[in-house]
């Protein structure tokens, strides 16, 4: 049996399980809380698996292990930095959001202030990042099907993209958060098993000496000891200080950008009291650190096992080291057999990744456009929960069609990259946000407008003048040439300037309730009236 037909055969079966478990679901999803939230009904492990379901998507995977192969230790970064965010997403607003909101991140914004310009707000934010996350997943996908199929048409690529959103859709559209909650667990304790598997198989081939499968990395990129040092994809000679500034600019975006991940956040509603939200985050960074830990051994023994020439052929963003790697490992540890079976097992796997983690972004953002813009924007509340679970439907196919064609567009960048951008929009835009409303008391309306249109506005206007969309090889437009912004990653410009618009707009308001932030305090503090106001 060849690769393609077992890996086919491997996926399908995935697919079939965890269109079951949403079609289960979809029997128990009875109103709002049961869409929104899986009725509350998640335990601490339970959630905290799914979190690691959530957080653990194609550009861990399949991105983060491409770029340390060609990158080698720029690369490493990556995995460092989306570790490291879980300490700040931890002891600033997993117990906090857990407490003070109900199904989003607008309910603790507009709790203290003007609901409709600042649920309007939150809305647009919470459906921007939710489609530059969902960007890297398609992108990932199509990578993933070249490798499986053979296939190398941006055509046949493209078909592959079409397929997941639809899926992606079904998942939501049927199955709810407690449908795409128990696929998430399923694609946690799949993706830790293969990422172990292979990452012992690989250990095993260097005699579990780490200092000899740098060696062989080193070697094998092609790129020699400067592999093995800072400075191969940020800060070259040619980079300059721009380059320096990059490196700092990514490593801000990915520790501050968790923390304001729409489809992170509203994970922490999902359980029934505040400390399963403390014990989910705590499952949660145990899962992900292990699993970020596999990435630095998936990515150098894709260096050495395969080649850095190699994984450029395939994908010249580096996007399928991973599947690249179970084969060359498996063939050298149980023959050619054992390679197409090993590939076949992990490709499975990380589609498991990508439908998982699509289908929890999609969950966010039509969430988002149902309860904040729809619910309480247009029809001022005066709507029924059946209504707005319709519209949340609804808006999943209007989100899905969208991030199915800017997939399209995307293909060749690498998705650990395109993820990145991501952070940088959700800590430009609402990180500010989130944390003056549970912090500060003076913040106000116009304070949270500002911060989350300045930083998403900022954030968005220099990832359109930089390198990323323009004037390189890899760029959206290889062919234009408007990137008067230096910097790959708009963070460490556009953060300062979502925090700093916040600041102004409270500051220029007279706005402000202080009774109802008092009231926020002692329930994002102690969970006291959180219980009651769920209910509700």
């Known amino acids: 049996m060849s690769h393609q037909t077992l890996s086919t055969a491997l996926f399908l079966v995935f697919v079939a399980a965890t269109l079951g478990i949403t079609f289960w679901a979809s029997r128990n999803t009875k109103d709002a809380a049961d869409f929104y939230a899986g009725g509350r009904s998640f ?73 409709r310009p600042v649920r309007t707000a939150a809305g647009v934010s919470t459906i921007t990042v939710s489609i530059f996350y969902l960007l890297a997943q398609m992108v990932g996908a199509g990578a993933l099907v070249g490798l499986l199929l053979g296939i190398t048409s941006s055509t046949g690529k493209a078909l592959t993209i079409v397929g997941v959103g639809l899926l992606m859709v079904i998942y939501v559209v049927v199955g709810g958060m407690k449908g795409t909650t128990w696929v998430q667990i399923v694609k946690a304790v799949l993706l830790m098993t293969g990422a172990a598997l292979v990452t012992l198989l690989v250990l095993g081939r260097y005699g579990f000496n780490i200092s000899g499968l740098l060696g062989s990395a ?21 980079q300059g200080l721009a380059g320096k500034i990059d490196l700092i600019s990514l490593g801000l975006a990915l520790v501050l950008g968790t923390a304001g991940l729409p489809h992170i956040l509203i994970r922490f509603y999902t359980v029934p009291t505040a400390k399963e939200a403390r014990k ?47 084969e060359a490992v498996g063939r050298a540890v149980f023959g050619e057999v054992g390679g197409t079976i090993l590939l076949a097992v992990i490709a499975a796997v990380a589609f ?81 946000a989130i944390l003056y409303s549970l912090f500060w008391r003076r913040f106000n309306t116009a304070g949270a407008v500002s911060a989350i249109y300045g930083g998403l506005l900022s954030a968005l206007i220099l990832v359109i003048f930089s390198p990323v969309v323009s004037g390189g090889a ?63």
């Not at 080193?218 to 040619?238: E, R």
């Not at 830990?293 to 580096?318: C, N, W």
């Open 280 to 326: 989910s985050v705590l499952w949660g960074i145990g899962i992900i650190g292990v699993f970020y830990l596999l990435t630095l051994v998936l990515g150098f023994g894709a260096a050495a096992m395969v080649g850095g020439e190699a994984i450029a052929g395939q994908d010249k963003a580096g996007n399928t080291a991973a599947p690249q790697l179970a």
């Open 43 to 115: 335990s601490g492990l339970q959630n905290g698996l799914a979190i690691g379901g959530d957080y653990m998507s194609a550009a861990s995977f399949l991105g983060i292990a491409g770029i340390i192969a060609l990158s080698g230790y720029d690369g490493f970064l990556y995995s460092i930095g989306f570790l490291v965010a879980w300490l700040v997403a931890l002891l600033l607003v997993a117990e906090l959001m857990r407490n003070s909101g109900k199904y989003t991140m607008a309910d603790v914004l507009a709790f203290r202030m003007s609901p």
């Open 474 to 536: 890899t760029s959206l437009f290889p062919g234009a040439h408007f990137a008067w912004f230096p910097l790959s990653n708009p963070g460490i410009v556009s953060i300062p300037l979502g925090f700093l618009a916040g600041y102004v707009g409270a500051r220029l308001s007279k706005e402000y309730n202080p009774g109802k932030y008092a009231e926020i305090e002692v329930r994002s503090l102690t969970g006291i009236g959180a219980e009651q106001a769920v209910r509700h």
């Open 352 to 432: 498991a990744t990508i439908l998982a983690v699509v289908a929890g972004l999609t969950l966010a953002s039509s969430s988002s456009f149902a309860h904040d813009l729809y619910a309480h924007v247009f029809k001022r509340g005066k709507v029924t929960e059946g209504e707005e679970i319709l519209v949340a439907r609804i808006s999943a196919f209007v989100i899905g069609a969208v991030a199915i064609g800017l997939g399209i567009l995307a293909q060749g960048q690498n998705v650990a990259f395109l993820v990145s951008l991501a952070f940088a929009v959700a800590a430009s835009a609402n990180l500010p």
């Open 218 to 238: 080193a070697t094998g990129s092609g790129k020699g000891d400067a592999f093995l040092i800072p400075g191969l994809k940020y800060g070259t000679a040619a």
